[in-house]
């Protein structure tokens, strides 16, 4: 995964004044630090400052979230973070990858899901074959930067999230060099995931803001705008995070439903 050969470095050149933070490795041994954390809740609108820097710096802006209070703020400062869950994302065709997961379930289940009898009402109107990706979207110039900043002002405003510098070409990538592994139970290998979000980002404007111990939150610029347009969204989505409709909405066009006019995507996994 491509790294700057210094990430210190590249802090220390930082057009923005950062406030108090520190390096993370993969553990305390490990002398190659993967990301950089502040150490208090991220401040207003620095957030947006470090997003625009990014080409400039090459570090992405991540709104971190830990799996609850405390001292070692997981999976961030905890030793959690494991640059052996990814592989390169660029080796893989996101479609593929959809459709495996639709089709044969998640490394948790060797039988795959898709082709029990039960599920079927809650997959409808698709079937046990995968129906084929959503098609793209027009986004307007700027609109998904300007969705993402958005985004990331309103988390801060309700939740509190550290902000996160990791050296990597989008926040799809920025997953894999820092070694989370949030969708273990679904995925084991983040960089099939961070293919996947890579993608959404080409075809929908979608960015990564915040991750937690096993969430995600994107922002969309153009959120589909009829129940008809959600659908294919929604099969998606269900094929990358199943648990949104198994254990969540129970049927796929009540996810799609809530896809209508959303501006926000939230993943979370079991």
Not at 79 to 104: I, M
Not at 196 to 201: C, F, G, H, P, Q
Not at 246 to 263: C, D, N, R
Request: aromatic fraction near 8%; proline fraction near 11%.
């Amino acid at each position: 995964m491509t790294q700057p050969l210094d990430l210190a470095r590249a802090l220390a050149v930082l057009p923005v004044p950062l406030p108090p933070g520190r390096l993370v490795g993969a553990d305390a041994d490990d002398p190659e630090p993967l990301l950089w954390i502040s150490d208090a809740p991220a401040t207003p609108g620095l957030w947006a400052q470090l997003h625009r820097a990014h080409p400039e710096t090459g570090l992405w802006p991540l709104l971190l979230e830990p799996l609850e209070a405390g001292p070692e703020f997981r999976p961030w400062l905890s030793g959690e973070l494991d640059p052996g869950y990814a592989s390169e994302p660029d080796l893989y065709d996101p479609a593929a990858l959809l459709r495996t997961w639709w089709e044969g379930g998640g490394e948790d289940d060797d039988e795959g899901y898709r082709d029990e009898s039960e599920h079927a009402d809650a997959l409808a109107p698709y079937g046990p074959a995968w129906p084929g990706a959503a098609p793209a979207v027009v986004v307007p110039d700027g609109a998904a930067d300007a969705e993402a900043r958005g985004l990331a002002d309103v988390l801060q405003s309700v939740k509190e999230v550290r902000l996160g510098l990791i050296p990597a070409r989008s926040g799809a990538h920025a997953l894999a060099v820092c070694g989370w592994g949030g969708p273990l139970n679904h995925e084991g290998d983040t960089g099939k995931i961070a293919a996947v979000l890579a993608d959404w980002e080409r075809r929908f404007g979608a960015q990564v803001v915040e991750v937690g111990f096993d969430t995600l939150q994107l922002s969309v610029p153009v959120p589909p705008a009829t129940l008809a347009d959600a659908l294919p969204v929604a099969a998606e989505h269900t094929a990358f995070c199943p648990d949104l409709v198994l254990q969540g909405t129970g049927t796929l066009t009540a996810y799609a439903e809530q896809l209508v006019g959303s501006h926000q995507w939230s993943f979370w996994w079991d």
